[in-house]
């Protein structure tokens, strides 16, 4: 987890990258939108918006499209890679169920070292060499 994010805001530029990868990059990104990808009320959201806008992580003017920064693209892809390969190992490789997989794989994304996560990254492409583990972030 990086030094100034919590692990909530790093799935809220995780939600609106993984927006971003759905929409093409071409549509805009509204407090909706996020609510609905997450769960959440557009208070909750628009609070998490606040402090990612803060922070310099993404654009959004009041009542606005919401844009991530180049700061908070990398982060949120960044995210979803780790998530991708959490959850690719967790169900793949060690058979947990695919809901829990999901809820576990968001758990540890958080918490891994860059280098621990290299580390999963190069063991399960050793592992199925076959197969895309990002195919869910690309």
């Avoid at 929409?23 to 208070?43: C, H, L, P, W, Y």
């Amino acid at each position: 987890m990086r030094q100034d994010m919590t692990p909530i805001l790093e799935n809220y530029l995780e939600s609106i990258y993984n927006l971003e990868v759905e929409k093409n990059f071409k549509e805009a990104i509204r407090i909706t939108d996020i609510a609905d990808m997450v769960g959440r009320s557009k208070a909750s959201v628009n609070t998490a918006i606040k402090s990612l806008s803060k922070l310099g992580h993404i654009k959004h003017e009041h009542y606005g499209d919401i844009e991530l920064t180049e700061s908070g693209r990398a982060i949120g892809k960044d995210i979803a890679e780790r998530h991708a390969i959490f959850f690719y190992f967790l169900t793949k490789v060690l058979k947990v169920e695919e809901k829990i997989a999901e809820e576990e794989a968001c758990l540890i994304e958080h918490t891994m070292s860059r280098d621990t996560v290299h580390k999963f990254k190069e063991f399960l492409c050793m592992y199925c060499k076959k197969e895309n583990i990002l195919n869910r972030s690309n």
